[in-house]
């Protein structure tokens, strides 16, 4: 098939690289010029483990291509993706502009029957929205077909190639049969295609998203009483994760959520039960207890240093929202290193992928070491925001030589206490007993 994806971000350049690995030919458009030229350079714009090598081959093989023209991406393409951001606007609500600004144009470039996918996430309602929009000046034949996406960022090649689900909302049964050709080879080992009418599709990504951030939320507040109570939020996360109702993912606790989906899609669907005037009060509770989560570490490095953070120098370990990606959109760390920076104390930080997106944020404000260890030189404590594998078992040795307090304040429950106690760090985390 002929395909076209509308926004080449995290979303966009997965779901065009893993369709044009099954044989489709995919033209990506994106009005970013610098990104487009270097995509089309073979330069890959985005960390996702095991993307490079699908898009190098999908270009090379002719099947892969990018443009900044929205005519020449769209044309002769039977199914058009719109994957393009939908970020909160001042109220809360996702903001359509960029996803109507294109659709109006679909309206006047359209030649022939196409389907238009809102691979966004957008709120119930959208695609008629967009189906009115392209309708304003379209001459041909059209079906809007909403079909949200659930990858993972850090695994999304994994999730695209493999979904455990594929969520299609149209009442159109053209494009029903368009979407279940595209798809059928990513669902061959039986995992569903779900078809359901445009509004329950655009609303299954929210109640999921939100679904999962309060899950996570849940947890926060068990481990914030865990501190209280003197008991060890693991051993919860164990005890409960092991009942098939509960389920052991998600069940971390830690410093909060962030990235690009979480916090703006609770806002939004928060925002929606508004509109309609529904109280929606759990996910009110999400909202607040998530802002909180993230600086529940910082009175405690405060307290450590007798309520001074000034001159203090402080080490970062993990500034993406999570590990395996380079996303630092609402990242718990930032919030952090803006607090630290508020306080008086210097920071230097180290990431494996997400130390050049944040540079852009923070220019020189934050110094950035090469390698885990070199933050450690002469700090006055280290703060952990990210859970990357490289830093699960560090060489403590090591480290106590480097830093000038054996302080640790690790916001996602790297290392045990137990063992903590033992090498003798001051250790705080979250839920867990503080070593001090
Ligand atoms: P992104 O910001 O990484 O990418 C969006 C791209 O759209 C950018 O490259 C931008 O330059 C481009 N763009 C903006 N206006 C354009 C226009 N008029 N024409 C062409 N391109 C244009 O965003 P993302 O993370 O890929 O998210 C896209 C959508 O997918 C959002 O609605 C998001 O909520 C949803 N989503 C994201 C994820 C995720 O993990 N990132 C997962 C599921 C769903």
């Known amino acids: 098939m002929k395909i076209a994806v509308v926004g080449t971000g995290y979303v966009g350049l997965v779901t065009g690289t893993c369709f044009a690995e099954t044989g489709n030919t995919v033209h990506c458009v994106d009005i970013d010029e610098r990104k487009v030229k270097k995509l089309q350079n073979g330069v890959i714009t985005i960390y996702e483990p095991g993307l490079e090598a699908l898009f190098e081959r999908n270009i090379e093989q002719g099947r892969l291509k990018f443009t900044t023209n929205l005519a020449e991406g769209i044309k002769d393409a039977e ?29 006047f470039l359209l030649e022939k029957y196409a389907v238009v996918v809102d691979k ?41 190639m493999k979904p455990d689900r ?10 029903r049969k368009k979407m279940e050709q595209l798809y059928a080879p990513f669902v061959r080992q039986g995992n569903p295609i779900i078809f359901m009418d445009e509004r329950s599709a655009e609303m299954t990504k929210y109640a999921a998203n ?20 003197g008991a060890n939020v693991d051993d919860i996360r164990r005890g409960i994760g092991s009942d098939s109702r509960i389920g052991k993912r998600f069940l971390f606790a830690g410093i909060g959520y962030g990235g690009s989906c979480f916090p703006k899609d609770v806002q939004a669907l928060a925002k929606t039960s508004q509109d309609y005037a529904y109280d929606f009060r759990m996910l009110k509770a999400v909202m607040d207890v998530n802002a909180d989560q993230k600086s529940k570490l910082l009175p405690k490095v405060k307290e450590y240093f007798g309520g001074d953070l000034a001159g203090k120098k402080i080490a970062v370990w993990g500034l993406s929202f999570k590990p395996y990606t380079d996303d630092i959109r609402e990242a718990p760390a930032l919030e952090n290193i803006k607090a630290l920076l508020a306080e008086g104390a210097s920071v230097v930080a180290y ?79 979250i839920g867990r007993r503080a070593i001090t």
């Open 120 to 160: 966004s996430t957008v709120p119930v309602g959208t695609a008629e929205k967009v189906h009115a929009k392209i309708a304003e000046n379209a001459k041909v034949a059209f079906d809007v077909v909403s079909n949200p996406e659930f990858l993972r960022e850090g695994v999304a090649v994994e999730d695209f």
């Open 351 to 429: 990431d494996p992928e997400a130390m050049e997106n944040v540079r852009e944020v923070v220019g020189t404000s934050i110094a950035f070491a090469e390698s885990p260890y070199e933050a450690l030189e002469d700090a006055d404590a280290l703060m952990i925001f990210t859970e990357w594998p490289v830093f699960r078992t560090p060489d403590f040795e090591k480290m106590e030589s480097l830093l000038n307090n054996k302080a640790i304040f690790d916001g996602r429950n790297l290392f045990e206490p137990e063992l903590m106690e033992e090498l003798g760090f001051v250790y705080h985390s």
């Open 79 to 107: 199914i058009i993706f719109l994957a393009l951001p939908t970020p909160p606007g001042e109220d809360g609500s996702a903001d359509l502009k960029y996803v109507l600004n294109v659709a109006k144009d679909l309206g």
């Open 210 to 229: 939100s679904f999962l951030a309060a899950k996570i939320t849940f947890m926060n507040e068990i481990a914030n009483l865990c501190d209280k109570v």
């Open 166 to 175: 594929v969520v299609v909302g149209t009442s159109s049964e053209r494009a």
